[in-house]
């Protein structure tokens, strides 16, 4: 064993963890992306329409459920 193999094994055990952790690393930003998205959409088809605040309304109910579904399937380990 040489001094330098101890060092692999932390590297690849470094870069493994980070792969395990990657999806969890994101899951925040794509979590308020996809509200704030919902949100802005909302707002701007209001805007359009003059309807204010129905779309946000809808808007913002299919952002949380986005992101409800990425996070469920994101802690379930499936590809979102």
Do not use: C, H
């Not at 470094?14 to 690393?25: E, F, I, M, V």
């Amino acid at each position: 064993m040489t001094p330098e193999q101890p060092r692999d094994d932390n590297a690849k055990g470094w870069a493994r963890a980070l792969r395990d952790a990657g999806p969890y690393l994101s899951l925040g930003v794509t979590l308020a992306a996809s509200i704030g998205l919902g949100l802005l959409l909302g707002y701007w088809i209001d805007g359009k329409l003059g309807t204010r605040p129905i779309f946000f309304l809808i808007g913002a109910v299919l952002g949380l459920l986005t992101a409800g579904v990425y996070f469920f399937r994101t802690l379930m380990g499936r590809k979102p």
